[in-house]
């Protein structure tokens, strides 16, 4: 059976998410932070590091199918998730795949695991990892980032992941704090590993995996340009948990190369997108109709509005005249609404 192209007119397989943070899906609306974050670190604190203290499973779990909801409403069947909830770790993973799979769309887990809130919440990260793994869940094991790891933590992860089978899911490099994230993990990265937003990566560095490019995240959150076309590593699209429309991401992608290089086509970005299938090669059998007649790189660089219309995954139709067929979407949205409330009292 030949590979699958994105180059049939109208129909493609299922598009994937290379990096996601489902549970930032009730975020939109939250309340502002105390003070105008004006660097990357305190965009971590004020922002992000409160919400996700403040998530408990139930919140979790309407994030999770409002964010599969709409990747499948935007012709993406496969999501590979990084997720973090320190005082609801416990389960998270379990939550998230089964509010995927009630919507139709498949999930890669991960825990984030950090030492952000001690020792102990380092562990349990470690542990929800390995119990989602041994109980057979899809996934790897996570690691936030090097910068808030200690060595033990990283080692640790690094072990479990070996033990397991699976790769290592981690943001590296992503602000000017992780820097050294390279030399950190360089020597002990795998090819199965993803490695997310490489932005201050050293040109030539030796290290195995894939790169998730986030060029939206990395735009919205002025970390730099990534530069991925300069590393010798296989490059998949993410939106680092804005969305998951991976067409405009890849037009973002597209763009934002073709300000560092007027020559670039908008085929490499279009190959990155394709590599999605390398860490879900189930969504190439999966199809897609759209309502655009060519699904090709030159076409959809300069074509907006494109959608989905009919979806098949596994033989069913999980989307139907846009449509999701196994949730009520309206239910989802409305329910994600009250859960945004919840949350957004808690901050």
């Known amino acids: 059976m030949s590979e699958p192209s994105l180059s049939a ?3 493609t397989p299922g598009l994937v998410c290379g990096h996601h943070h489902l549970y930032s899906a009730l975020a939109r609306g939250m309340p502002a932070p105390p003070q105008t974050p004006s660097n990357f670190i305190q965009i971590l604190e004020q922002v992000w590091w409160r919400l996700d203290t403040a998530l408990d499973l139930e919140m979790m779990e309407w994030s999770a199918k409002l964010g599969a909801l709409e990747a499948l409403e935007s012709g993406c069947t496969a999501i590979v998730d990084h997720h973090e909830s320190p005082n609801a770790i416990e389960g998270s993973l379990s939550v998230i795949a089964d509010a995927c799979a009630e919507v139709g769309v498949r999930v890669v887990c991960a825990y984030g695991v950090t030492d952000r809130h001690g020792a102990d919440g380092a562990w349990l990260g470690l542990e929800e990892n390995d119990r989602f793994l041994s109980e057979g869940g899809r996934g790897m094991v996570g690691i936030h980032a ?5 060595q ?3 080692d640790a992860a690094i072990e479990l992941a070996d033990k397991h089978d699976v790769g290592v899911h981690v943001h590296v490099a992503e602000g000017f704090a992780d820097a050294g994230a390279g030399a950190t993990l360089a020597r002990r990265s795998r090819d199965n590993w993803l490695l997310v937003h490489g932005v201050n990566l050293p040109d030539g560095i030796d290290i195995s995996g894939t790169l998730a490019h986030n060029p939206r995240s990395n735009m919205n959150n002025s970390v730099g ?3 991925p076309a300069r590393f010798d590593v296989p490059i998949v699209l993410g939106t680092d948990g804005i969305g998951a429309n991976m067409l405009e991401e890849f037009r973002l992608a597209f763009v934002k190369l ?4 007027v020559t670039a086509s908008p085929d490499t970005p279009w190959r990155w997108l394709e590599n999605g ?5 189930e969504a190439k059998d999966d199809v897609v109709t759209w309502t655009y007649p060519d699904m090709s790189a030159w076409h959809m660089a300069y074509t907006t509005g494109v959608r989905p219309i009919d979806i098949i995954v596994e033989g069913k139709k ?3 005249d846009g449509a999701a067929t196994k949730v009520d979407g309206d239910e989802i949205r409305a ?3 009250e859960q945004a409330v919840r949350l957004f009292a808690k901050l």
């Open 225 to 227: 340009y990534a530069s």
């Open 152 to 154: 033990d933590t990283i």
């Open 146 to 150: 090097a910068f808030t790891c200690e």
């Open 318 to 320: 999980v989307l139907e």
């Open 9 to 11: 007119h109208g129909i």
């Open 258 to 261: 073709r300000e560092e290089d």
């Open 335 to 337: 329910k994600a609404a």
């Open 277 to 281: 299938w390398r860490l879900v090669p």
